[in-house]
């Protein structure tokens, strides 16, 4: 018979227990900074950054992140001051960001669309030490210099007047510098600011590089020759995807603002594999691609992120560019992804019909736990909605200089409450069914604008759509339906309410359908629908039915 034997009068090391084994929780120690050098080295001869006029190997893309950080620190900047970027995608963003990561700075990216009292506000936030610009930003800023006191550097880049270029910047020699640890905060991704004024979710080394490890678990593997193509906002999703691909030395190529139109040529012209989108701009792109007759073959993964594509529009870029679609579901809180709907996940028979599951985030990351509590935090029955809540090593620090709203987001046991309606099937696929803030209660019935605006899409003429309750003497709220009519196309509202009728509930049906040139949507290309409500509600003293 075997038998356990605990040698009690052996001295325990601090964490290591009578049985000699080490019962210590254990965490992601490795930092963004480490993970940069990495590949600086590791892939030194390949390409990491290509532009029309030049290419930048792995191992230039170090000589100048090292660089600006020896110009950064010979200006008085020092670990833990932050450093923001109001730039356009372009290359100088890239060496900036890997800059301000490998410095032991805290990286904030923000969107270029921001009003300049959004920006002065996010600037004051964080005590900005310095901030990268477009000469046009620099200008603005200096109108506002006075209410910057802790801004002790404004870089330009590009041509144009300003305190200091980035290339004086870079002139500098490259300076050694202490390591930052792991616990230490690496960024802060303001909120998108469609309630309030945005807050900023600061995450550490260890939550950006646990962002890196689930992203490559879940992404097709990276080989010699992958080209990421950025066009959505690298402030933004592109920003959150690209370190995947750099830690694993695939090349980047970057266009200034998204044009659906110019885009299929960039694919062909690059021989592009990767492509971070948002929904609005693959949308757009399904419909430019349509009409280009291209060459898309090199693309094998197009990742999206922000909310599901409706199922029809799924299956329409499918049938333009392949099986080549990836889905994360994520939040500035709690980085992408949370859950993921794979490249297999997308593959269909169209024979078959289009599967429900295109209209899911997918399964849950193997590094997170999940639960969906209803309004009293008790976990709901299997299929029925609730309100998602995720606990894991992304999860950020919290909320810059903001306590009270850390611990109103986070519990004492580190689950976090994501503000977003789900539920999971059978087979395990978390369903986003809406923003909590968003569900529109008419004539005493819960409705989910998400699913209303999933059927309008279907229809061929619709090139975007949003839903959003607006006042109603009888119904407290009604639903209506604003819609962008693809170009060439011809769309009436009773068009609309009868595709709904085919679909939902009779009390799921717009009462009203408005026809705009445009949406309005945040930096980050998300269609902003409580800035399209409040438009509904002006001069009332409430936000909601009666």
């Known amino acids: 018979m075997l038998t356990e034997t605990v040698h009690s009068d052996i001295p325990s090391a601090p964490g290591i227990g009578a049985d000699g084994l080490d ?32 290419e930048w190997t792995y191992a230039e893309l170090g000589e100048r992140v090292h660089r600006i950080i020896g110009g950064l620190t010979a200006r008085g900047l020092q670990p833990g001051d932050r ?118 979710a600061t995450l550490s080394h260890a939550n950006w590089a646990t962002m890196v490890r689930n992203e490559l678990l879940e992404l097709p593997p990276v080989v010699n020759g992958d080209v990421v193509l950025h066009v959505a906002p690298l402030s933004h999703l592109s920003g959150y995807v690209a370190p995947s691909y750099f830690v694993r030395g695939a090349t980047h190529v970057t266009s200034g603002r998204f044009d659906a139109a110019q885009t299929p ?41 922000g909310s599901p594509i409706a199922p029809d529009r799924l299956a329409r870029a499918r049938e333009v560019f392949g099986d080549v679609f990836v889905q994360f579901y994520g939040l ?21 019909g289009v599967p429900a599951r295109l209209a899911s985030a997918g399964r849950l990351s193997p590094f997170v736990e999940v639960e969906l509590l209803d309004e009293e935090g008790h976990e709901v029955p299997p299929g029925q909605i609730g309100e998602i809540t995720v606990r894991g090593d992304q999860l950020m620090m919290g909320y810059w200089g903001r306590p009270d709203a850390t611990m109103e987001m986070i519990d004492e046991d580190g689950w976090a409450r994501t503000g977003d309606l789900g539920r999971f099937d059978a087979d395990g696929y978390l369903y986003i069914v809406d923003r909590k803030k968003d569900m529109v209660v008419t004539g005493g019935f819960n409705v989910y604008p998400t699913e209303v605006e999933n059927v309008v899409s279907t229809l061929p003429a619709v090139a975007e759509v949003a839903v959003v309750g607006v006042p109603d003497e009888t119904w407290g709220e009604a639903l209506k339906a604003v819609v962008v009519v693809r170009e060439g196309y011809f769309l009436t509202a009773d068009e609309v309410v009868a595709a709904c009728g085919q679909s939902l509930a009779g009390y799921k049906k717009p009462r009203s359908v408005e026809f705009v040139d445009e949406l309005p949507k945040t930096g980050s290309g998300k269609i902003m629908r409580r800035s399209l409500r409040d438009r509904y509600w002006k001069g009332s003293d409430r936000r909601v039915g009666g």
């Open 265 to 305: 040529t960039l694919i062909e012209r690059h021989r592009v594999t990767i492509l971070p989108m948002v929904p609005t701009m693959m949308n757009l792109l399904v419909l430019a691609a349509e009409q280009h007759d291209g060459d898309y073959s090199s693309l094998h993964t197009l990742v999206y992120a």
């Open 23 to 54: 019962h210590r929780a254990r965490t992601i120690h490795v930092t963004m900074a480490e993970l940069y050098n990495r590949a600086y080295r590791a892939y030194g001869s390949r390409v990491a950054v290509r532009t029309d006029l030049d």
């Open 83 to 200: 450093g923001v970027i109001l730039l356009d995608n372009c290359p100088e963003f890239l060496e900036i960001d890997q800059a301000l990561f490998v410095g032991g700075f805290v990286r904030c990216a923000i969107s270029v669309r921001l009003h300049l009292r959004e920006v002065v506000h996010i600037l004051t936030d964080c005590s900005a030490a310095a901030v990268f610009v477009s000469p046009a930003w620099a200008k603005k800023l200096a109108t506002v210099r006075d209410q910057l006191p802790a801004l002790s550097l404004v870089v330009t880049v590009g041509d144009g007047d300003g305190e200091v270029s980035l290339d004086t910047l870079r002139d500098a020699e490259p300076t050694d510098i202490a390591a930052p640890a792991a616990t230490d905060p690496a960024a802060i991704l303001y909120t998108s600011g469609t309630t309030g004024l945005p807050k900023g």
């Open 332 to 352: 500035s809180e709690l980085p992408i992804p949370i859950a993921c709907l794979s490249r297999e996940d997308h593959t269909f028979d169209p024979d078959e």
